[in-house]
């Protein structure tokens, strides 16, 4: 398959995704849209074929391993594997519901297909390594990946997770930071500014790429190269904006967890649906 072809395929994934994301928002009328929206290309090259998942067998030992510390977006993550086919699209319903199985942060005793409990931030950096190296020591050909916040990286935590993991040379994590420039409270020059990701993951030992976090080829792409290290972890900082997708959201300071009219959303739908309509005729050309 050439790479126009694939990314014309992973198009249809991620609007696929954030189409079904944004229907399950508008069962409840709120949520974190920002960040969610954000991360859907990552997942999108992710679930769209590279990650090694049986839905069928979600306990798989052999499995890679997916950390969602930014926790809050785990809406869009639901919506991924709902349409990989770990559960059925009913279950979409139960976001947010009180003793229902898509909490508004991702956990592993409640969502089939979750990996590991996140949402208090900077500890999804320590699990990922603890999976990466446990897989090591008991001889799991697999990888683990890690989607850190931007925002989320001012804990401390991170970055002595990043040490360790160097040090460890657990070349099998790879981590994506998305980078949409906001936090739950502003954005994140105003609050603490990160400087260059590049240059900080790259002295902290990681081989570093960064690429277009809305461009599901480049990041297949930027997935394949990581793989070719050895002995390092590797980090992909994905640059993206925050609310992407969903016009009443994109870009919008107050866009980390918000509330919505029938009206906002209902359109948001309807430009998503045209839009993967759009993708899937693209996706029917030939090279």
């Known amino acids: 398959m050439s790479i126009e072809k694939d990314t014309r395929d992973l198009r249809v994934v991620a609007e696929g995704i954030r189409l079904v994301t944004l229907q ?7 949520g974190h849209v920002g960040g969610a929206m954000s991360i859907i290309e990552a997942l999108a090259a992710l679930y769209g074929g590279e990650m090694r998942v049986d839905p069928h067998n979600p306990q798989w030992e052999e499995r890679d391993r997916l950390v969602m510390s930014k926790g809050h977006a785990g809406p869009a993550l639901y919506s991924t594997l709902c349409l990989r086919g770990f559960f059925q699209k009913e279950k979409l319903l139960e976001l947010n519901q009180g003793g229902g ?25 320590s699990t990922a390594i603890g999976l990466a190296l446990g897989a090591r020591l008991n001889n799991i050909d697999n990888y683990t990946y890690l989607v ?17 993991a160097a040090h460890q040379k657990l070349d099998r994590l790879i981590v ?10 502003g954005f994140t020059n105003d609050i603490i500014d ?23 080829g480049k990041i297949k792409a930027a997935i394949l190269e990581a793989k070719t290290h050895q002995n390092v ?3 992909i900082i994905l ?3 925050k609310g992407y997708g969903c016009d009443f ?10 509330n919505f009219t029938q009206e906002q959303i209902n359109g948001a739908i309807e430009k998503a649906e045209l839009k993967l309509a759009e993708v899937r005729e693209l996706a029917k050309q030939k090279d």
């Open 24 to 30: 399950t928002f508008a069962n409840i009328g709120f």
């Open 101 to 125: 199985s898509m909490p508004s942060h991702c956990d592993m005793h409640k969502t089939i297909g979750i990996d590991m409990t996140t949402g208090s931030l900077g500890q999804g950096m």
């Open 148 to 164: 850190l916040g931007d925002g989320e990286c001012n804990e401390g935590q991170v970055w002595e997770g990043a040490m360790f």
């Open 176 to 185: 994506f930071i998305d980078w949409n420039k906001q936090q739950l409270d």
């Open 194 to 216: 990160m400087g260059d990701f590049v240059a900080k993951f790259e002295a902290f030992g990681f081989n570093t790429q960064l690429v277009d976090g809305h461009d599901p």
């Open 233 to 235: 972890p590797s980090a």
């Open 239 to 241: 640059d993206t904006i």
């Open 249 to 258: 959201a994109e870009g919008v300071a107050s866009n980390h967890h918000m």
